[in-house]
């Protein structure tokens, strides 16, 4: 677990950490419904991010894009750890959601249309 937190540290900026912190507990079980969603659209944003990048590294790796920046990208290993860690802390983000709906939908009084 501890290489894990480290790999994440390594990979992820500042404000990326404190979003994948807030995706874990018992952080995400305090957040109200407004923040969560919030959290689930600014992980989305950075994940599309990510992901946008690692096909674009990908794509100079291979010769079948010009390099972006001023030299040609030798790795991207770092922006696929990135984009797994983006996808990891929306996954348990949205098993939040889901959970939240679950327990609503057993509340008493509410009825179940089928």
Do not use: W
């Not at 599309?48 to 920046?69: L, T, V």
């Amino acid at each position: 677990m501890a290489d894990h937190r480290k790999e994440e540290a390594r990979a992820l900026s500042r404000d990326e950490r404190e979003l994948a912190q807030a995706a874990r507990y018992p952080r995400l079980g305090r957040l109200t419904d407004a923040d969560l969603q919030d959290l689930i659209l600014r992980l989305r944003e950075r994940r599309d991010r990510a992901r946008s990048i690692a096909n674009r590294q990908r794509r100079e790796i291979r010769g079948k894009a010009e390099p972006a920046g001023s030299a040609a990208v030798g790795a991207d290993a770092g922006s696929h750890s990135k984009l797994h860690f983006l996808n990891c802390a929306l996954r348990r983000a949205q098993d939040e959601v889901r959970r939240r709906d679950s327990v609503e939908d057993l509340r008493p009084g509410k009825t179940i249309a089928g």
